[in-house]
T-cell receptor
């Protein structure tokens, strides 16, 4: 199964600090995507990194991918209270491109 | 660009009753997904459509769940009869057809189903 497993399950930080979440998966992928879910905006796509890419940036987000270790990380810099949400990684299988979501990391940013 | 629309937003039914959810994807998106998200879990794929054909329904409990996508646009997901364990949020998502297959999914707000 390509299901991503996020670590840690929960993370609590102060506003302004950086937050790092990790994701591991088991089989070959075409790409890996990160999503955020909060009560206000539902499930929203954050960033997609292809299997031949090692790092990608989008605003305050930085994603890395290490296919040799079958792992990815999401870094949120200078966190804000509005970043409070659950973050999911979703590996997309090499053949089907289907996403398989893990249980997520619940991030709490304290003002 | 309008997002993925779903209705109803909330539904409460008794076990053994039937229920239907509706989804209207983003215009032009060929692929449509239905997910089930149980509290504290990530979304679990139930069924994937490409245009009006089923690509994968391997995780759809076909004895009680059914889904269709008429004319390759709107879709409905039905549960009949419902069980207590079907209480969850049902998410619809769509994505465009992009060469190479790497594309993001756009999610609707979901329908929160409570089975009592």
């Amino acid at each position: 199964s390509q299901q991503g497993e996020e670590d840690p399950q929960a993370l609590s930080i102060q506003e302004g600090e950086n937050a790092t979440m990790n994701c591991s998966y088991k089989t070959s992928i075409n790409n890996l995507q990160w999503y955020r879910q909060n009560s206000g905006r539902g499930l929203v796509h954050l960033i997609l990194i292809r299997s031949n890419e090692r790092e990608k940036h989008s605003g305050r987000l930085r994603v890395t991918l290490d296919t040799s270790k079958k792992s990815s990380s999401l870094l949120i810099t200078a966190s804000r209270a509005a970043d409070t949400a659950s973050y999911f990684c979703a590996p997309a299988g090499a053949g089907s491109y289907q996403l398989t979501f893990g249980k997520g990391t619940k991030l709490s940013v304290i003002p | 660009e309008a997002g993925v629309a779903q209705s109803p937003r909330y539904k409460i039914i008794e076990k053994r009753q039937s229920v239907a959810f509706w989804c209207n994807p983003i215009s032009g998106h060929a692929t449509l997904y239905w997910y089930q998200q149980i509290l504290g879990q990530g979304p679990k794929l139930l069924i994937q459509f490409q245009n009006n054909g089923v690509v994968d329904d391997s995780q759809l409990p076909k004895d009680r769940f059914s889904a269709e996508r008429l004319k390759g646009v709107d879709s409905t997901l039905k549960i009949q009869p419902a069980k207590l364990e079907d209480s969850a949020v049902y998410l619809c998502a769509s994505s465009p057809q992009v060469a190479g297959g790497a594309y993001e999914q756009y999610f609707g707000p979901g329908t929160r189903l409570t089975v009592t």
